[in-house]
């Protein structure tokens, strides 16, 4: 029963409900969560941090990966934070009513609009990416009568070992300040001298679908370093330590993720450690998971339509959704698991090739994915789709968004509704 998932009477179930009849009532393509794994990573999350940061922890749920009203009600509910960057998710999440306190803002080009958006809601904390972010903070803060709190974003020189576009730490990337030419302590300095910001602390975030401790602990004890460094030079000590995301998940047998408390286990002692030999308190600390809280907590249910053998080659499935649902395979190469979910019980041994209906050769869920001999009509359904797919989706080839439904304990409810044709040109003009 892995991630919400079970066989009964040869159909898939997940989150206690038969997809093939998820399928039936509300059509494909179809997301489905389950509301149990998703408040289970929320609360194993906040157990561990709260356990081995002695109470002095936060986790942040990072909303990219899935962002909708339902995801920050839950997120609330579970008493943790989120993370943001754009004012569009900021807006979705004060929608939901979401406290403005346990708000993070990130990103490498905020607009001044959204600046403003955030200061004048009173969002806890903007994580500051470049030198002119302060001055424009700073100025806007002003102009509002606010004091802001933030944190700058350093890239600690730390190489992820992930997908080239997924790994952030290392100094060529486009977030962040460079710790390595002194750029990180510059920006400390000129941020901690402005009137109206107030530098509680640091953020890093190396990279995603990482499975390792150690690139977190050497992150955790490379930014204890800074914290001393900058409070030598500056007389200011920061009392805040975020050190992102990144946690990876299984989408295939090849993917081995870590219990999350062996993460907050390590990394924790690391940064005790590196604060004792510092002299330095121990700082508050958060942590940004995205993917882990969702990704395995969703699935993408589709229909089988035309079956393409192209002999000694391969097989073509095709689904009536693809690249417009889930981009992540034309993006990064990004593997799935897929079954056929009316054929639950019966033996994977056709290979195929999944493709999407979009107009590109490259519109493929994946290939060479193991699954019960298709037929026209079945329902398929792809694993772990949860993070950074509706949230990735678009509406290329003039496709309708699925509709996405969480189940809790067998019961169903629509929590995004679908696209109609109607949504389609209610912008145009
Ligand atoms: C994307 C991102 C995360 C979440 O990453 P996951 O791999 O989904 O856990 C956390 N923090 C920041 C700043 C990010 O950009």
Not at 72 to 93: F, K, L, M, P, Q
Not at 192 to 220: D, K, M, W, Y
Not at 229 to 242: I, K, M
Request: with cysteine; net charge negative; hydrophobic share 35%.
């Amino acid at each position: 029963m892995e991630y919400g998932l079970g066989i009964k009477n040869n159909h898939l179930y997940f989150g206690g409900a038969d997809t093939v009849e998820l399928a039936k009532q509300y059509g494909t393509p179809l997301y489905v969560f389950d509301e149990r794994v998703i408040r289970e990573a929320c609360r194993d999350y906040k157990n561990s941090i709260d356990r081995y940061y002695d109470g002095n922890g936060m986790v942040l749920y990072a909303s990219k990966a899935f962002s909708c009203k339902e995801m920050y009600r839950i997120a609330n509910d579970e008493g943790i934070g989120v993370d943001t960057v754009s004012a569009g998710e900021i807006y979705t999440a004060l929608s939901a009513d979401f406290p403005a306190e346990n708000i993070f803002f990130h990103g490498n080009n905020k607009t001044d609009a959204e600046l403003e958006y955030a200061v004048e809601n009173n969002i806890g904390h903007i994580v500051i990416d470049d030198f002119l972010e302060i001055d424009r903070l700073n100025n806007i803060a002003g102009q509002l009568g606010k004091t802001v709190n933030v944190m700058l974003r350093i890239k600690p020189g730390i190489d992820a070992h992930t997908h080239d576009f997924i790994k952030t730490g290392q100094n060529d990337c486009k977030f962040g300040f460079t710790l390595e030419t002194g750029e990180a302590l510059d920006a400390a300095k000129k941020a901690i001298r402005t009137e109206n910001l107030n530098v509680t602390g640091f953020h890093c975030h190396i990279g995603s679908q990482i499975f390792s401790t150690e690139p977190f602990s050497l992150a955790a004890s490379v930014m204890a370093s800074f914290i001393a460094r900058v409070a030598n030079e500056t007389g200011h000590t920061v009392s805040e330590l975020n050190l992102g995301g990144g946690f990876g998940i299984r989408y295939t047998d090849e993917d081995e993720p870590l219990p999350y408390a062996e993460f907050m286990n390590k990394v924790s002692a690391q940064l005790k450690y590196s604060c004792k030999e510092l002299s330095l308190p121990v700082p508050k600390v958060f942590i940004e998971p995205g993917r882990s809280i969702v990704g395995p907590a969703g699935i993408t249910l589709y229909t089988v339509g035309s079956i393409k053998t192209i002999p000694n080659i391969r097989t073509y499935v095709s689904v009536d959704g693809g690249m417009s649902d889930n981009p992540r395979y034309a993006l990064y190469g990004a593997k799935y698991d897929a079954l056929i979910a009316n054929k639950a019980e019966e033996p994977d041994d056709f290979i195929a090739t999944i493709a999407g209906k979009c107009c590109e050769s490259g519109d493929l869920i994946g290939e060479n994915i193991k699954i019960a001999t298709p037929e026209t009509g079945d329902v398929l359904a792809v694993l772990a789709t949860g993070a950074y797919n509706y949230s990735m989706a678009s509406n290329y080839n003039r496709m309708t968004r699925p509709a996405a439904v969480m189940v809790k304990d067998g019961k169903s409810r629509v929590i995004i509704k679908r696209e109609t044709f109607e949504d389609l040109i209610s912008k145009d003009v």
